[in-house]
C-alpha cells in the first residue's frame, strides 16, 4: 500500500495516541538538550583551537545528523515502517539527484574551498568585481558582507573556478599611491620629501621600508609612485593620513601638482589666402 495515500495518512493520524504525543514531545524535549550540550562540549574541547571556519562547518555537520537521529527515533516511536519510507525516499533522491547536480556540483566545490584554505570567516576578499568581508562558507556558497553592508551570496563552484584576491590574509600590506608633480619639479626634493613622510607617518611602517619611484612621463606632468606598508586593520586612518600629509608637505616645499592641461592649436591663414576675396 502506498504510505503516502490519502488513505494510509488518514488510519495514521487517527492510530496516534495521547502517550505517544506526549512520548514524541519529550524524546524531541530531551534530544535538542543532549544536542545543545554535545555542541557546547566540543566547542570547549575539540573546537577550542579551530578556525571559525571550521568550527561553523563542524556544528552545521553536528546539527544535520543530530536532526537526522530524532527523526528515525521518533518515526519508529510512532510506528511508521523505515523500510516503505526508505525505499519511497530513495526513488525520491534519485529524481532529486537528476535535478540536482548543479547543487551537487557546489557542494563538491565547497569541500575543495575548506581544504584548500585560500580564505577564512573575517577575511576581505574581491571575487570578480565584488569585494567584502567573508560571513560565512555554507554547502552551496559563500556569503559576503560588503562595506555598504549588503550581502552577496556567490556560489561555491563560481569560486573555485574565479580568481580570488585575499586581501587582509598576510598582517601588513602596502599602500601605493601615484602622484603627479610638475615637469619642471626637482626629483630629487620629491623623492627626499616622500622618504621623511614615510618615515614621519605614525601609521606607516619603517620595515619593510616606504617605496619610491619615478614612475613614467605623462601629459601633464611627471609620475611618481610611492608605497607604504602598514597594518592591514588600520587601512583608512592611514591612507588618510598619507594623502593629508603628501598635500601639506608638497604646499609647504613648493612643489606643484599639475592640473590636466591641453594645448589646441589653430591654422593660421597665410597672407594670400588672406587677400583673397571670398
Not at 579551530?50 to 528515525?72: D, E, P, S
Not at 563552484?157 to 580570488?164: F, G, H, R
Request: net charge neutral; charged share 20%; with cysteine.
Amino acid at each position: 500500500m502506498d504510505i503516502f495515500s490519502k488513505e494510509s495518512i488518514t488510519k495514521f493520524f487517527a492510530s496516534i495516541q495521547y502517550q505517544q504525543i506526549i512520548k514524541v514531545v519529550i524524546i524531541l524535549l530531551v534530544g535538542f538538550l543532549l544536542l545543545r550540550l554535545i555542541k557546547l562540549l566540543l566547542t570547549k574541547s575539540v573546537f577550542s583551537r579551530a578556525k571559525r571556519q571550521t568550527r561553523m562547518i563542524g556544528m552545521k555537520l553536528i546539527n544535520y545528523a543530530g536532526f537526522l537521529i530524532l527523526i528515525v527515533i521518533v518515526l519508529s516511536e510512532l510506528g511508521i515502517s523505515l523500510t516503505a519510507l526508505l525505499g519511497a525516499a530513495g526513488i525520491l533522491g534519485i529524481a532529486l539527484g537528476v535535478a540536482s547536480q548543479k547543487s551537487l556540483g557546489n557542494i563538491i566545490s565547497g569541500f575543495f574551498i575548506i581544504t584548500e584554505k585560500s580564505f577564512e570567516i573575517g577575511d576581505v576578499i574581491t571575487v570578480g568585481d565584488k569585494t567584502g568581508v567573508v560571513s560565512s562558507v555554507e554547502l552551496l556558497s559563500v556569503m559576503l558582507r560588503t562595506f555598504d553592508n549588503l550581502l552577496i551570496r556567490i556560489p561555491n563552484e563560481t569560486m573555485i573556478s574565479t580568481d580570488i584576491i585575499n586581501i587582509t590574509r598576510f598582517p601588513i600590506r602596502r599602500m601605493d599611491i601615484l602622484l603627479s608633480v610638475a615637469y619642471r619639479s626637482d626629483l630629487e626634493q620629491v623623492l627626499a620629501i616622500l622618504q621623511a613622510i614615510g618615515r614621519d607617518n605614525p601609521f606607516c611602517l619603517n620595515e619593510p621600508a616606504p617605496f619610491r619611484m619615478v614612475n613614467a612621463f605623462g601629459d601633464s606632468g611627471i609620475t611618481v609612485k610611492f608605497g607604504v606598508w602598514f597594518d592591514k586593520t588600520q587601512y583608512i586612518e592611514t591612507r588618510n593620513s598619507i594623502m593629508i600629509d603628501i598635500h601639506e608637505r608638497f604646499r609647504e616645499q613648493g612643489v606643484e601638482i599639475p592640473f590636466p592641461q591641453v594645448t589646441v592649436h589653430y591654422p593660421v591663414p597665410m597672407a594670400a589666402d588672406a587677400e583673397t576675396p571670398g
